[in-house]
């Protein structure tokens, strides 16, 4: 909402000056987005005249001036083909920066020539886009006068951000009021004339919402004004809308115009001659087209509430006007539309034809429905004043909506809520100021907003009236109070597993990505995904359309951009949610993560080496271990999704169903259809998924039992089958002498020609740990066999010689 | 005598010129082994007069403790003539490069957030949690944004597919929703903030289709906006850890609050450079207000009775002022060379007495 400071005073009598009032506008919610103060951009342009003009002796096209600014005579070399001798413009001096380009002015050598300054257009200026020449002023101009008084430039524009609940503050009107009750002026009145009618209003008009739950328009006035003059506007009309931005189209239009910023009241206007018949409000019918005033044509929608008369559609009511109808030059009797629109029809009209007019964006927040006859009065009358002509007798149709309920208010809400000490009487006089009626003897107090208020229903609404007048400046910065004891945990259990996890994988030397929830239905459904309850209606793009089914997707597709950076070995995690289905119960978080190609860059050491299955289980199992998982008891199976190499994969699961996260190789069908070269290794933690630590009794640890006799290693080989896993053999020899025990490592691997096809040895370390007396030869023996034995029984495997 | 003297002084001699360890133990072996000079010499004592041994004896002994002493010392300077030749040739360039370690890095969002945890962690807030995928109901009705309201139409909001009993999931578009989940699960008195993911049909220079925030949220029976001012005054110095900050309250409006106002910190901004905390510009960081009653309603608390206040801040945009960083699309690029220079180490735990960022 753009208005100027001038503009303002005709609703406000105050002294303050343009700052102080930008500062309160903002203080009371009207944010002030920019002021724009011309008199100050122009301080130092200044009027002269030039004096003689002759051609630059180096160029064609350029004039060698002499320029007297009413102090001094300056030459100036200028471009402009108007630039002559005895023209009055307005002339920049060396250091002025110049608003059109903001370029600041040097004294300088054109061609060789000096010049001191610049003779300016109109879009060096800023005020317009005419740069055809330079500006010329008429020739009783002061020389050395500012330009900005000069040009009538000194008006400062306020650009204000209107939150949608104040539709109030789409006219200056409102906006003074506003000021004025926070203490800034006083309001000048804003009541408006009726204007004597000269016989009926021979257009007829009508509301034909038969059937129709909510009228669409519950009110509708108008009147004809015979015998105007339409045509360009009065200067000070014209320069009002232009310095808001709005282009001038003729004094007609330009009212309308004007009501809508001064008032917030949109009005229309039609030629009268080119209507037939009534002129009503109804519903739109199939197969009605309008052409408006945009220039574009529009399919009117059944739920579309227009203007209509015997022809047709006229235009969307309180949105756009038709071409056809509009006002011209040649217009001689006009007929003023004045009608109250329903606000959710007005915004779903705008919205389904994609029209932002300045009428739709008041009606859709709400106009005053008690100013439908105001507006119209203000509307002929300024008619008759600029145009000229003869007023008919108004005629109205319909009623404005009833009146709304008082508001219960207790003044100890007030403080009650914002901590501020507000008195009762200047809770009223704020009010009063606001235009509510305030009933201020009775207990709790009466209130009735303003028709001009329809966003106030309830008393916090006025709670809020009075707060932000009274300012938000004077809020109390009050601590709170503490609320539990020091022991409280602000962090969950499980909030904390997750934020251990990203910290445990960081640690680990891989780096944290954050990436889209949102991916293609292609890749979703590489990993399970894609299904059409987690697809957008609305997505930004194909690419991030369908809700992520894995976080590895969009991590794959991050280590192949980097990859494409010239980056090789790559080691990305994400931890985050993803989505198996709609329901808040369906969205998990995991953290997973991807390695691609080394485990370190190379060294002159050769301790870099490829990534492999080893490197990602290694990270899987230290996120469960410090996230306190029982890691000892967990399986792991070979049967992991799709997305992983079938034989390079695993799954670790808790119990048959639970499982807590999946690793392996990626599958090769994945990288190719990613464009990813291999080897990439990857894994999943499903972090829902993993049990909490057991509650602890105490802050205590178990005691520590180490023994002080040596433990004792011996190590066996193995030949298995080929199926035999190196989990099996470990738990087995483990299970041997549990007792006894403590460890058990695998320390080799042989597959080939020695041990025979179909066959390995797994060649493992144990550890006995004596707990009483040092353990004799014929005790360690005996451990031994029970060792070999047990691997035997469970795996069929034989002590390799 | 002379004879013991001038042989004694051969074999110290031998001794000195002995060139190695070797050589010296040969030395030491012809002098004082089994065999050697000296030792055959002091074999030949028993075979003497008492005259006679009472100089031979001293004068042998003499010359075995001067030797045994000769051989060790010149084994010690041989050892260590020894170990300079080994340190020599052991010289290597210690300008090769170490073994390298590849190192991880936390996302600064990640980091933010626990920064922001432990500043309302400290205030006794804890940290609540809801879907991304959202009803309407939570996401806008229980809110107070009625179906119609202009405010759907701010937020651009991602919608799924209508499902046939005209139901329409969404992504939620704020936090909030949180608010009400919490309300529901939770009785008053109640301080919770809620950190997530948020997403908005959007995308710019400035917009991102997915960016997080904050909620936050105090329900009891005296908590007013004072309080709220109190509060966002001290997290606001502890986060952007600066001793004053010059804060702005400025009336706005939301449909969940009421009063509503967008808050301000003061700020300079110098040659690309932003300061918080001190300057004449202002800069818009968050949303906040007392909960409007009927959103109380909705979340099952009695509106007479109780009172509180709500804010919301983006955790992205919290991270782009403290920390200096221009864009906020690259936060979603995965870009390698991004989360190394803006990232955190894993031991960065944000902590308000040992202090939030180094």
Wanted: hydrophobic share 40%; glycine share 10%; aromatic share 6%.
């Amino acid at each position: 909402m753009k208005f100027t400071l001038a503009w303002l005073r005709e609703h406000l009598k105050t002294s303050a000056g343009i700052d102080a009032i930008a500062e309160r506008l903002t203080a009371i919610g009207l944010e002030v987005e920019s002021v724009q103060d011309r008199a100050a951009a122009l301080k130092s342009f200044t009027v002269a005249r030039i004096i003689s003009a002759e051609q630059h002796p180096n160029a064609d096209r350029l004039r060698l001036c002499i320029v007297d600014t009413g102090r001094e005579k300056v030459q100036v070399v200028c471009g402009a083909p108007n630039a002559r001798a005895g023209l009055i413009g307005v002339f920049a001096p060396a250091g002025a920066t110049i608003p059109g380009s903001g370029m600041m002015l040097k004294a300088s050598k054109i061609r060789g020539v000096d010049s001191n300054g610049m003779m300016c257009s109109a879009s060096e200026l800023g005020i317009s886009d005419d740069h055809e020449g330079i500006i010329e002023l008429s020739g009783d101009t002061p020389l050395g006068a500012s330009v900005s008084s000069a040009m009538g430039l000194d008006d400062p524009m306020i650009d204000v951000s209107i939150t949608p609940n104040r539709p109030d503050c789409l006219g200056v009107h409102g906006i003074a009021r506003d000021l004025a009750a926070a203490g800034l002026g006083m309001l000048k009145s804003g009541a408006v004339e009726a204007n004597p009618g000269n016989g009926p209003c021979t257009v007829d008009i009508g509301l034909h919402f038969e059937g129709v739950a909510k009228p669409a328009c519950p009110m509708f006035a108008g009147r004809l004004v015979r015998g105007v003059k339409n045509g360009p506007s009065p200067d000070w009309l014209r320069k009002r809308l232009e310095a808001i931005g709005l282009r001038s189209i003729s004094t007609l239009v330009d009212i309308t115009n004007y009501i809508s910023f001064d008032r917030g009241r949109p009005l229309h206007v039609y030629d009268a001659d080119k209507l037939r018949g009534q002129i009503h409000a109804r519903l739109g019918k199939p197969g009605e087209k309008l052409l408006a005033l945009d220039g574009n044509e529009y399919a009117v929608d059944m739920a579309d509430c227009v203007i209509a008369d015997d022809n047709g559609v006229l235009g969307l009511g309180g949105v756009i006007g038709g071409m056809a109808t509009g006002c011209g030059d040649a217009t001689v009797n006009v007929f003023i539309e004045s009608a109250y629109f329903d606000p959710l029809r007005i915004a779903a009209t705008g919205r389904r034809h994609g029209i932002g007019s300045d009428a739709r964006y008041r009606f859709e927040r709400g106009v005053d429905p008690q100013f439908v006859l105001p507006g119209l009065e203000l509307a002929t009358r300024m008619i008759i004043a600029l145009c000229g002509g003869e007023a008919s007798n108004v005629r109205v149709a319909g009623a404005p909506p009833a009146e709304r309920e008082p508001i219960e208010f207790r003044p100890e809400r007030v403080r009650a809520l914002t901590g501020m000490n507000v008195a009762d009487a200047e809770c009223v006089r704020i009010l009063d100021a606001l235009g509510f009626s305030v009933d201020a003897e009775t207990r709790p107090m009466e209130v009735r907003a303003p028709s001009w208020r329809p966003d106030v229903h309830g008393e916090t609404d006025l709670v809020e009236e009075i707060a932000r007048i009274n300012g938000f400046d004077k809020l109390p910065a009050t601590p709170l109070p503490r609320l539990q004891p020091v022991t409280g945990l602000s962090v969950s259990l499980p909030q904390n597993q997750v934020r251990w996890s990203k910290r445990v994988l960081a640690a680990r030397g891989m780096m944290e990505a954050v990436t889209w929830s949102f991916l293609s239905t292609r890749m979703a459904k590489l990993f399970g995904g894609g299904a059409p309850e987690l697809t957008l209606a609305n997505p930004i793009s194909t690419e991030l359309s369908v809700m992520r089914p894995s976080l590895l997707p969009n991590l794959l597709a991050a280590a192949k951009r980097n990859a494409g950076r010239g980056f090789s070995d790559i080691a990305l995690f994400e931890v985050g949610p993803q989505y198996a289905g709609e329901a808040p119960q369906d969205q998990s978080t995991a953290a997973s993560g991807v390695r691609c190609s080394q485990t370190t860059p190379r060294h002159w050491t050769k301790t870099e080496r490829a990534v492999d299955v080893f490197d990602v289980k290694a990270d899987v199992f230290d996120v469960l271990e410090q996230l306190g998982a029982p890691a000892g008891k967990v399986r792991i199976t070979a049967d992991a999704p799709s997305w992983y190499h079938p034989g390079r994969s695993g799954v670790v699961r808790l119990g048959p169903k639970n499982v807590l996260a999946c690793f392996g190789e990626v599958h090769p069908a994945i990288l190719d259809a990613l464009d990813l070269r291999g080897p990439v290794m990857a894994f999943e933690i499903i972090l829902d998924a993993v049990p909490l630590p057991k509650p602890r009794n105490s802050t205590a640890r178990a005691t520590l039992h180490s023994s002080d006799l040596q433990p004792v290693t011996r190590d066996f080989a193995f030949l298995v089958n080929s199926s035999v896993t190196a989990d099996q053999v470990l738990r087995a020899a483990a299970a041997s002498a549990p007792d006894l025990v403590t460890d058990v490592s695998l320390f080799d691997l042989y597959e080939g020609e020695r041990v025979g096809a179909g066959r390995k040895s797994l060649a493992i370390s144990v550890t006995l740990q004596p707990r009483e007396k040092t353990l004799t030869e014929k005790e360690i023996d005996a451990v031994a066999e029970s060792v070999i034995a047990g691997v035997k029984k469970a795996t069929g495997g034989e002590l390799r010689g | 005598m002379t004879d013991i003297e001038a042989r004694a002084r051969e074999m110290l001699n031998a001794v000195h010129s002995a060139s190695d360890m070797n050589a010296l133990e040969s030395v030491r072996i012809s002098v004082l082994g089994k065999k050697g000079v000296l030792t055959e010499m002091m074999k030949g004592l028993g075979a003497m007069s008492a005259e006679e041994r009472k100089i031979m004896g001293p004068a042998l002994n003499g010359a075995k403790d001067q030797l045994t002493a000769a051989i060790a010392a010149r084994a010690q300077t041989l050892q260590a003539q020894a170990l300079n030749i080994r340190l020599a040739q052991e010289r290597i360039d210690i300008s090769l490069p170490a073994r390298p370690e590849i190192r991880g890095a936390i996302h600064p969002v990640s980091q933010v957030i626990d920064e922001v945890i432990a500043i309302f962690g400290d205030m006794g807030f804890s940290v609540a949690e809801g879907p991304d995928i959202e009803s309407d109901f939570y996401n806008f009705t229980a809110l107070n944004i009625p179906p119609e309201h202009p405010a759907r139409q701010m937020h651009d909001t991602f919608y799924f597919n209508e499902k046939p009993d005209g139901e329409r999931l969404l992504l939620r578009t704020h936090t909030s929703p949180v608010q009400i989940r919490s309300m529901e699960k939770t009785k008053p008195p109640l301080r919770i903030i809620a950190p997530g993911r948020t997403y908005r049909c959007d995308s710019d220079m400035t917009h991102t289709p997915m960016f997080h925030q904050v909620e936050g949220l105090v329900i009891d029976e005296t908590a007013h906006m004072g309080h709220l001012k109190g509060c966002l005054t001290e997290f606001c110095k502890a986060f952007f850890e600066v001793d004053n900050v010059r804060m702005r309250f400025r009336p706005s409006h939301f449909p969940f609050t009421e009063p509503s106002a967008e808050v301000d910190i003061g700020c300079r901004r110098s040659g690309g450079e932003l300061r918080i905390g001190e300057g004449e510009d202002w800069l818009e960081i968050l949303g906040c207000g007392m909960v409007h009653p009927k959103v109380l309603q909705h979340g099952g608390i009695d509106p007479d009775k109780y009172q509180g206040f709500a804010f919301g801040m983006g955790i992205d945009r919290l991270a782009m002022l403290k920390y200096g960083i221009p864009d906020l699309r690259d936060f979603f690029e995965a870009d390698l060379r991004w989360l190394r220079h803006y990232g955190f180490a894993a031991l960065d735990i944000p902590s308000l007495p040992g202090g939030l960022s180094r």
